[in-house]
């Protein structure tokens, strides 16, 4: 490892009106190192990455690159000096190919100007060699998986000799064989002595890919150290700052009526012959590789998506297909996968956002009090651990994280019969995801049926009564708790026999 860090911040702060997003943050990436940024939901990580990337200006401290004070004009600035990042979704031009997209306003040309399309497939076939990629060049990029884009956006950086690759949460919608695939790519680039700044609300992945780890809480650093030195605790507590209750605190409940009962659904192409039932008080897992339906059968169920074949009855009352708001009527709920996208409005503040779905009970007369508003988003606001400067703001001001837990507040505050989650701890933080499987578990106590998609297999297997596995839209086990292991659910996941 060379002494000089590669890239590195001294004592930065930034905020952004009241808020203090990061202050006197000092971070050292060194060639040859993964290094990992951990922080609960709001703790700057963003900021730390944009800061690093040329997007934000430090207020006071400074950006060092190779040791000597730099300020970046912009992202490009940051790009041109060899800082890439690589981001949770990237965003490739869908109608240029995998070459296009990685020669991008660089093309190899030939001596009449005119572009060298033969050179520019030999240099990406070699680059995707150096990584131990198997894609084709001439692919179009419209299509490709999300793990995929993230592969081309890494074959950019380095063809653009790129010596710090930085990637904030690339790993969130990936699934398990995925996330190999991209740490093998790391390890190579590291290897070839990249700098490497890596993201991940996932604890045990910062442990198998990073030699250190840097915490901040409330925008300030708490500790820079190697993780060979660290327990799991350690690192949660050095996010928290206090003991974490259980992770999955799932307690027994009473089992009810079938609240949920779907009945050989199909969606012709998508899946097949879906049957399942949800009783009151229970949590089903529906398991599965990304990509296996699960999502799809969600969509469908609450009507967002029309079905062909089958049935869904909410308390013995059967659906329409297609009608979000038959659904809802009769007490259905489903916290998207996408949040950010499906679950908000981005022009209303904080507190609208998760009044939203709650107008019936907010209302006074025919006007909505917006003190009866402004306290149910408070509550939500101290259970949730929102980070925020101001109920009233834009919910876009808030990280990530946060604003994932405005839409899972928005909908758990419809106190429904059933509640459907995909994925609902994604992008969260260690801390507010125990709190998340504490309401799940109580709301379950309470006599709600949760249905609860998830990737995340200890939380598939830590929380549920019972799990549903999905392979290429077919349900292809039902596993009781008592014998689900990562085992039995990744068999019937990838079409092995149970
Ligand atoms: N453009 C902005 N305007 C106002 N506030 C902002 C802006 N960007 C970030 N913030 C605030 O700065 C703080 C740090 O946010 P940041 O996005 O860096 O957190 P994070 O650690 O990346 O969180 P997450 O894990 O949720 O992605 C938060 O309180 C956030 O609301």
Not at 146 to 154: C, H, K, P, R
Not at 259 to 272: D, H, K, N, S
Not at 433 to 448: C, D, F, M, W, Y
Request: net charge neutral; charged share 25%.
């Amino acid at each position: 490892m060379s002494v000089t860090p590669t890239l590195a911040l001294a004592n930065v702060s930034k905020s952004f009106g009241a808020v203090r997003a990061l202050r006197e943050v000092s971070l050292d990436l060194f060639a040859g190192e993964a290094h990992a940024l951990a922080g609960e939901n709001g703790a700057g990580k963003s900021t730390l990455v944009k800061t690093l990337a040329g997007v934000h200006r430090p207020d006071t401290g400074q950006v060092l690159l190779n040791g000597e004070p730099v300020v970046f004009a912009g992202p490009a600035d940051a790009q041109q000096a060899g800082v890439a990042v690589i981001y949770q979704e990237p965003t490739l031009f869908p109608d240029l190919s995998v070459a296009e997209n990685i020669f991008m306003g660089r093309q190899p040309r030939r001596s009449l100007g005119r572009i060298d399309r033969k050179a520019m497939r030999a240099q990406t076939r070699e680059l995707f060699e150096r990584l131990g990629v198997a894609l084709d060049p001439e692919q179009p990029s419209r299509g490709l998986s999300i793990a995929d884009q993230q592969l081309v956006e890494i074959a950019k950086a380095l063809s653009r000799d790129a010596r710090v690759l930085i990637m904030d949460e690339p790993t969130a919608a990936l699934s398990g064989n995925e996330v190999a695939r991209l740490f093998s790519v790391v390890e190579a680039l590291r290897e070839h002595g990249c700098a490497i700044l890596f993201i991940s609300h996932r604890l045990d992945e910062i442990f198998s890919l990073c030699q250190r780890v840097t915490t901040l809480r409330d925008g300030a650093w708490i500790a820079s150290e190697p993780v060979s030195g660290l327990t799991h605790d350690d690192l949660v507590r050095r996010m928290v700052g206090r003991e974490l209750g259980a992770l999955y605190p799932k307690e027994e409940a009473p089992l009810g009526e079938v609240a949920l009962q779907v009945e050989r659904l199909t969606r012709e192409g998508v899946f097949t012959d879906v049957s399942f039932q949800v009783r009151r008080g229970e949590i089903v897992a529906l398991a599965g590789l990304v990509g296996a339906g699960r999502s799809e059968v969600a969509r469908a169920v609450f009507g967002v998506d029309r079905w062909d074949a089958g049935s869904v009855s909410v308390d013995g009352r059967r659906l329409p297909a297609g009608s979000p708001t038959a659904a809802m009527g009769a007490g259905l709920a489903l916290v998207p996968e996408d949040r950010r996208q499906q679950g908000l409005v981005m022009e209303l503040s904080i507190e609208r956002n998760i009044g939203l779905t709650g107008l019936g009970s907010l209302r006074r007369g025919v006007t909505i009090s917006r003190k009866a508003e402004r306290d149910r988003a408070k509550d939500w606001a101290v259970r949730l651990r929102l980070k925020f400067a101001r109920l009233s703001d834009g919910v876009g001001v808030l990280s990530g994280g946060n604003q994932q837990k405005v839409v899972l507040a928005k909908w758990l505050a419809t106190k429904p019969s059933v509640l459907i989650v995909d994925e609902p701890t994604r992008g969260i933080d260690v801390g507010t995801k125990a709190e998340v499987h504490r309401l799940l578990s109580e709301l379950a106590g309470q006599g709600i049926a949760v249905l609860m998609i998830s990737s995340d297999l200890p939380e598939v297997l830590g929380m549920a009564d019972r799990v549903l596995v999905m392979h290429e839209g077919r349900l292809t086990a039902e596993i009781s708790r008592a014998d689900a292991t990562e085992e039995s659910v990744m068999n019937a996941a990838t079409g092995r026999a149970a």
